[in-house]
């Protein structure tokens, strides 16, 4: 019954930017910590960023800090992803993830067994 959508992939070019976004239902959305990973085919899925429920903490990858920002609106149960200065190494799809409500954790998690719910995903392709 929980469902995440993700929407705003696309193509794009080398320093270009892109913002993803993920709507959830079927759930309360502003008690899980919400997180995007990405996939190369042929590779393992890839942390990339997550947000917090309540105090809002964030997590990045060494490869994106700086360059991608993560940020959440829970009236409208959406978690964004904006991506700046886009590289072609950045070209994957993007998947959405929840956790359900647990331990309160300073910090986001990093893993994939961490979250419960995936979205379907959704291509991002940055042309060099």
């Known amino acids: 019954q929980v469902q995440l959508v993700e929407s705003g992939g696309g193509l794009t070019q080398a320093g270009d930017s892109l913002t993803l976004s993920c709507t959830a239902s079927?759930?309360?959305?502003?008690?899980?910590?919400m997180g995007w990973f990405r996939q190369i085919p042929g590779e393992e899925r890839e942390f990339v960023a997550a947000?917090?429920?309540?105090?809002?903490?964030?997590a990045y990858a060494d490869s994106v800090k700086g360059r991608f920002a993560v940020s959440r609106d829970d009236a409208k149960n959406t978690v964004y992803l904006r991506m700046n200065s886009l590289v072609h190494q950045d070209t994957a799809v993007y998947y959405c993830a929840a956790r359900r409500p647990g331990v309160h954790m300073a910090v986001p998690p990093r893993t994939e067994r961490a979250y419960n719910y995936w979205g379907q995903g959704t291509q991002v392709t940055v042309s060099s």
């Open positions: 947000i917090s429920w309540g105090t809002g903490s964030t």
């Open positions: 079927g759930g309360a959305f502003s008690l899980w910590t």
